[in-house]
């Protein structure tokens, strides 16, 4: 490819870019254009309160850096800079990437700890650098099919070089087995999603991509008896790095599980009382309000409950799912995005738990892997379908471990590889079930390769724990917390997936994770150490909304109307029968259709919406 010569007629596109994220950046926007490039920048400033020189433009006029996150061991970067005699003249974050890159060339991303999504345009070598960070929080998505490239952190933002904005089918499928789309594939067909731990190189040559990071990577285990000093050396070390500057307010969110409980303790006793905000949620079995309230009253300088009714769900779900960037069937979203809306009056981010139950083996899933590797080899397919059929006639529960969600876990993960247990097991719609519901001129939508490499050297709990990590953590709770926070302005942290943090656990067998009927064992070490015991002994669901009840109740109108068979067949993609009979049995016959009813609302909600926009002509570079 080549760049493009002329980049004056593109400023409509970039100006509709920065109008689709500037709600990642609620202190303004700057756009820098020259013959060859441009791009915009939407701030969010923490290193600097109050100030942002991005785009970054090198004295010399050659490089061009631009940032999305932030580096948690900025610090520690500049000394090491220093100790080599070079001075940075600025405190920008973009500055210090930009002496990285002339330093260690495109190792430089290894050395950065934060999350990040990272731009830099090189003149000379006629290159542009895109870099995601080791677990794929920050999204990064980019263009190239005709005289440019085009780059942003959202994808609506790149929908000016998407004249046919046609379904990706791999994309697509990944949305209904993951409830979120996978961490590689962008959703539309003609864009690309950079990998998380991946560094892509663009020049007249061609496009090379390089992972500098994976799940998958051999690592040496750490000894037993070193585990523990480490773990709390790391977390101490996360917690710290991504606590407040002076002038920066920040807050906890709090679910009042063992995992944002740790992170509250931690941050207490580094001298940090931060202010904390929870859910009070309807129906009391997903409510964890007095769980929060009794973790804030320990560590937490204040703590606000933000009410989620009945009442209020239609309009919110509607709104949240509607412009969502990339579409999430994560119920929990929508129960995110109301507290950091609530939030954002006093905090411009705020600490989180997730990720421990992901890299230290905390979900009841991994209780189950060593039991579905025998079925696998052991029980014949027959009897896994009579499972699955059985499954399907019995009513729902609101129980972790009901008799229904065992027969699904059972039926369904043990036809699949370790590496995709998980994904199987507790998806709403399979890819042999989303043809189903797909008319017949739409089936080609429908494709899937299990391509996740696998670790065939590794135990089966190592391969189901790299799978999940993948399809779970980075293909739908993280897409979920970066867009519930971002779409009020607000950054969402997560000690817990440090990267050195992450590094450590993945060191840890999860044999010495999971024993018997107890997960994460080193975490729950480690917090017997910072918690009090009544703490240690809650259960927690975080965030999430009582789907099955909602569906059947205030959201039933929302529902009905998005899945209605007139609305579904000017859309041409689901089968308004087999979407109806889904709807039927859940709303008459009494069984537990929800999951694939809210990944269908989900995915409708967001489709509706991206068609609505309206975009002008364009085709190279934004941010």
């Not at 263009?143 to 004249?163: C, H, M, Q, R």
Request: charged share 25%; aromatic share 8%; net charge positive.
């Amino acid at each position: 490819m080549d760049f493009v010569s002329d980049v004056q007629p593109l400023r409509g596109a970039l100006e509709y870019g920065l109008s689709r994220v500037c709600h990642r950046g609620p202190e303004g926007t700057d756009s820098y254009v020259s013959d060859d490039f441009l791009a915009g920048h939407a701030h969010l400033t923490f290193h600097e309160p109050g100030r942002s020189d991005q785009p970054y433009v090198s004295d010399c006029g050659r490089y061009v850096v631009l940032l999305n996150g932030e580096l948690y061991n900025y610090s520690e970067l500049r000394s090491e800079l220093l100790r080599r005699g070079i001075e940075c003249d600025t405190r920008s974050e973009g500055e210090l990437i930009l002496r990285l890159y002339r330093l260690f060339g495109d190792s430089f991303v290894e050395l950065i700890r934060g999350m990040f999504a990272i731009a830099i345009r090189d003149r000379e070598r006629n290159c542009l650098v895109l870099a995601r960070d080791f677990i794929g929080k920050k999204p990064l998505y980019y263009v190239d099919n005709g005289p440019g490239i085009a780059f942003a952190s959202e994808l609506t933002a790149l929908k000016p070089f998407l004249p046919r904005a046609s379904l990706d089918p791999a994309a697509f499928t990944s949305f209904f087995l993951m409830n979120g789309v996978d961490s590689g594939m962008a959703l539309l067909a003609d864009a690309r999603k950079v990998r998380p731990g991946e560094i892509v190189t663009i020049d007249p040559s061609g496009t090379r991509r390089r992972l500098f990071w994976s799940v998958n990577e051999a690592r040496p285990a750490t000894p037993r008896n070193e585990v523990q000093p480490r773990l709390a050396e790391a977390l101490d070390r996360a917690v710290a790095r991504r606590l407040p500057n002076p002038g920066v307010k920040l807050g906890l969110m709090l679910s009042g599980g063992l995992d944002s409980s740790m992170v509250a303790a931690l941050a207490a006793r580094q001298g940090q009382r931060l202010p904390s905000f929870s859910a009070r949620i309807g129906d009391s079995g997903f409510d964890e309000s007095r769980k929060a309230a009794s973790v804030a009253r320990l560590f937490c300088s204040s703590h606000d409950i933000i009410d989620i009714s009945d009442a209020a769900l239609p309009d919110a779900v509607s709104r949240y799912f509607g412009s969502v960037d990339e579409p999430v069937a994560d119920p929990s979203f929508v129960a995110i995005a109301l507290v950091t809306e609530a939030a954002k009056a006093t905090c411009k981010g705020m600490l989180t738990g997730d990720g421990a139950d992901d890299v230290f083996a905390g979900y009841a899933f991994f209780r189950a892997v060593r039991a579905l590797d025998f079925a696998s080899r052991h029980l014949p397919p027959r009897l896994l379908l009579r499972a699955e059929k059985l499954a399907a006639r019995l009513p729902g529960s609101d129980r972790n471990l009901s008799l229904r969600s065992i027969l699904h876990l059972l039926s369904r993960g043990a036809r699949v590889p370790p590496e995709w247990q998980h994904a199987f097991s507790t998806s709403g719609l399979v890819p042999g079930e989303l043809r189903e519901m797909l008319r017949p001129e739409a089936r080609h939508l429908c494709r899937w390769d299990a391509d996740l490499p696998s670790a065939p050297s590794g135990s089966v709990l190592q391969r189901a724990r790299a799978g999940l990590i993948r399809s779970f953590l980075q293909g739908r709770i993280l897409t979920k917390l970066d867009r519930a926070g971002m779409i009020n302005g607000m950054e969402l942290r997560c000690p817990f997936l440090d990267q050195d943090v992450v590094e450590l656990a993945l060191s840890i067998d999860p044999a010495d994770l999971v024993r018997g009927k107890e997960t994460k064992l080193a975490l729950r070490r480690f917090a017997q150490d910072i918690l009090p015991p009544e703490i240690l002994k809650q259960k927690k669901k975080g965030f999430s909304l009582p789907t099955r009840r909602l569906l059947r109740g205030p959201l039933r109108p929302l529902m009905l109307d998005m899945l209605s068979p007139e609305r579904l067949k000017r859309q041409g993609i689901f089968d308004p029968a087999a979407v109806g009979a889904l709807t039927h049995q859940h709303l008459a016959m009494g069984l537990d259709r929800s999951k694939p009813l809210w990944a269908l609302l989900a995915f409708n909600l967001w489709e509706e919406s991206f068609q609505k926009s309206s975009v002008p002509c364009a085709g190279a570079t934004c941010h």
